[in-house]
């Protein structure tokens, strides 16, 4: 029982996290229709960034989370403005392999500038653990929790209470007639790609203070997202959540009582029979066509 | 007059330099290490460990009169890449002979490649049973295996009072080798060996693997991986509140960085090293030890990589000690008289013992084991 537990604390604190990660994603792709392949280096690009504020420029740790999020929105502008603005109207297929190109060469300079030895970063909160009778959990990692937490309902308010969101929302539905209503879509992609970096590189930075940051990290990190997401459904942010917390559980759970050495494979094995049954993931919503 | 003069001193460095190229053609050694990906601590201090033998042994004049360049490729932690590194090494680089390519998993893919172009190959970290035993005639290993390790703990059971032990180790050739002799030499002593726990090289999170080992009635556990992953356990078990004795295995733990990096989690923890930079006066070789630590601090590396650094310098000494006694850079001569090579590295006598079926033999080295412990910051010397 005190083993269920603990696997089930840890799960929830996984979860959260790998939900933010694929929010992101998530919106990406369903506003843009853009297979976003940088999505991982994004999230690498966070913790580099949170070790260069705080271990290389001695920015205290909170600001530095926040400098993380906001120089990820900016690299995610950029991105937009450079490589996916000109090739609007252009097949998926093309816009995809530019983001391959795109994630190749932002990992090569993430190694370039910061070698391939893994980074660690020593966080203010305390060492000893916070602990509940048989449960134990890190302060950081509830930290992270919060601050995930925090993130997915500031991302659900802006796209369910604001102008913008609402603009998004629109250009998610039927992206002509918002066009003809008004909506200013090329901005709208570029505050989406931006919003959707930003989100990225907190999960980066985030996690980065929990385990470390090496360049590859995003690999594994953008084959989670992808899976979140296609569990959750396309371009579904309350599926990508739900969708983070599910495979967290399936890992944690299959870690826990199948094997460990299977724990990354059980997340695909579970994509693999939502698939079968549901093929659109589990909260897509139908799409207009035409 | 000026001019003649300046003509002059240009006739006079061209001469030089045609005259250094002629006595000093390099024989080049392949070097392939993960300096990139999960691993990529180790295989840097591998690789500046290289580094350092190879420099000593140029200023002393080379080998065979020639000076010795490294060719120094990436494998990216990752096996398939190890096997391209390997081939370009070899084909393009005419490389006659390797040091390489730290993990068990990665030397095993690269080995096919050994028998197929004929080249020797002195392995420096890599510690599965698996890779003396196959029948490879071009496999010299330095490093001990997991069986030697594990043979060199036994005396020390006792001792930690172990009654009962689980295990989490890297899944790979090099984890799954260790936990499978230590669990057999524990047997033998009569302690229980409990949860034998796997996670993938590159695995960040932990804490389900923890959480299961957590609810076992162990008293230690043992944990094969590097040293980032290590960091990482050691992290996520503190804060499980996991207790229990901690043994590592395998050598590739810096503890130094464990300290710097995991805090109070790292103390208390017992590790299986090859090479004990904390007092070079307790190895075979203390005035080269000391040379040795002396020049990694002048080179501004960290002190944490060196007891995986000494691995490449021993491979390096090792392959040039070896090029010597075949009086030419050539493959086969080099593989022949590998087997007649004997000197005192960092960790001590390195000199090869048949391994494997008859007649396609590995050699293998035997070396030596340190057990040191962390405790309120500091390593000590267990033995």
């Known amino acids: 029982m005190d083993e269920l537990l603990q696997h089930i604390v840890n799960a929830v604190m996984l979860g959260a996290t790998y939900a933010l990660l694929g929010i992101g994603l998530t919106l990406i792709f369903g506003i843009m229709r853009v297979v976003n392949f940088t999505h991982g280096e994004l999230y690498a690009f966070g913790g580099y960034m949170i070790f260069m504020l705080t271990a290389m420029l001695g920015v205290n740790f909170y600001l530095a989370l926040l400098g993380a999020l906001v120089l990820g929105i900016v690299l995610g502008a950029v991105i937009e403005l450079v490589l996916l603005r000109p090739m609007r109207g252009a097949d998926i297929d093309t816009t995809m392999l530019i983001m391959i190109g795109c994630w190749i060469v932002l990992q090569n300079t993430e190694q370039m500038i910061w070698g391939g030895v893994a980074k660690s970063i020593v966080s203010p909160l305390p060492g000893e653990p916070l602990v509940f009778g048989p449960i134990s959990v890190a302060w950081l990692r509830v930290f992270v929790f919060v601050a995930a937490a925090l993130l997915i309902a500031g991302t659900y308010a802006l796209i369910h209470r604001t102008k913008l969101g609402k603009a998004m929302r629109a ?28 989100l990225a590189a907190a999960a980066g930075a985030l996690l980065g203070a929990v385990f470390v940051i090496t360049p590859t990290m995003g690999d594994l990190a953008a084959l ?64 207009r066509i035409g | ?47 500046n460990g290289a580094k350092i033998a190879a420099d000593e042994i140029n200023a002393k004049g080379g080998v065979l009169k020639q000076k010795i360049e490294l060719v120094i490729e990436d494998n990216k932690s990752n096996p398939t890449e190890a096997v391209a590194v390997a081939e370009k090494l070899i084909v393009r680089d005419k490389v006659p002979v390797m040091m390489g390519a730290w993990s068990s998993t990665y030397t095993l893919a690269v080995m ?47 001792a930690l009072k172990i009654r009962k032990a689980d295990f989490l180790v890297v899944n790979n050739d090099w984890g799954k080798g260790a936990a499978d002799v230590f669990s057999k030499m524990l047997k033998d002593k009569g302690v229980a060996v409990g949860a034998v726990e796997t996670m993938d090289a590159a695995a960040q999170d932990l804490n389900a693997q923890l959480s299961k080992i957590k609810s076992s009635d162990a008293d230690t556990l043992f944990i094969t991986t590097a040293v980032e992953q290590l960091t990482l356990i050691l992290k996520q078990a503190h804060a499980l509140g996991l207790k229990r ?59 944490a990589g060196l007891t995986e650094g000494f691995r490449g310098y021993d491979g390096i000494q090792t392959i040039a000690a070896a090029i010597t006694k075949a009086g030419k ?38 070396p030596a084991v340190y057990v040191v412990k962390i405790d309120n910051g500091k390593v000590t010397l267990a033995r």
Do not use: C
């Not at chain 2, 990139?36 to 180790?42: D, E, L, R, Y």
């Not at chain 2, 035993?133 to 060199?152: D, K, L």
């Not at chain 2, 190895?283 to 601090?297: D, G, H, K, L, M």
């Not at chain 2, 593989?335 to 000197?343: F, G, K, S």
């Open chain 1, 171 to 198: 250009t998610f539905q039927d992206r002509d007639t918002a066009a003809l209503m008004g909506v200013n879509v090329s901005a709208i992609n570029t505050a989406t790609f931006a919003l959707g970096s930003g």
């Open chain 1, 224 to 287: 989670k997202a992808f899976a979140i997401v296609i569990l959750g459904g396309l371009g579904s942010i309350t599926g990508a959540t739900i969708g983070g917390f599910i495979l967290a559980f399936a890992e944690e759970m299959g870690a826990g009582y199948v094997s460990s050495g299977y724990r990354d494979a059980m997340g695909f094995l579970l994509i693999i029979v939502v698939l079968l049954f549901k093929p659109t993931g589990l909260f897509a919503r139908a799409e």
């Open chain 2, 1 to 47: 007059m000026k001019a003649t003069f300046r003509a002059g001193l240009i006739a006079v460095g061209v001469a030089t330099a045609f005259a250094a190229t002629g006595a000093f053609a390099q024989i080049k050694i392949g070097v392939n290490q993960p300096l990139t990906g999960p691993v990529a601590a180790s295989g840097n201090f591998v690789t």
């Open chain 2, 112 to 158: 096919p490649k050994l028998m197929e172009y004929k080249v020797p190959m002195v392995v420096e970290t890599s510690s599965s049973d698996k890779i003396t035993v196959s029948g490879n005639p071009y496999i010299f290993r330095i490093s001990p295996t997991s069986g030697m390790e594990a043979t060199a703990f036994a005396d020390r059971v006792g």
């Open chain 2, 245 to 303: 004795q901690i043994i590592t295995t395998g050598g590739s733990q810096s503890p130094d960085q464990l300290i710097e990096q995991a805090g109070p989690a790292a103390n208390g923890s017992y590790h299986l090293l090859f090479f004990p930079p904390w007092v070079p006066e307790a190895t075979p070789n203390p005035a080269a030890a000391r040379a040795f630590v002396a020049e990694w601090r002048k080179r501004g590396y960290p002190f």
């Open chain 2, 329 to 366: 850079a050539d493959p086969e001569a080099i593989r022949a008289a590998l087997w007649n090579t004997e000197l005192t590295g960092l960790n001590g006598r390195i000199a090869f013992t048949k391994a494997g079926p008859a007649g396609k033999e590995s050699g293998q080295s035997i």
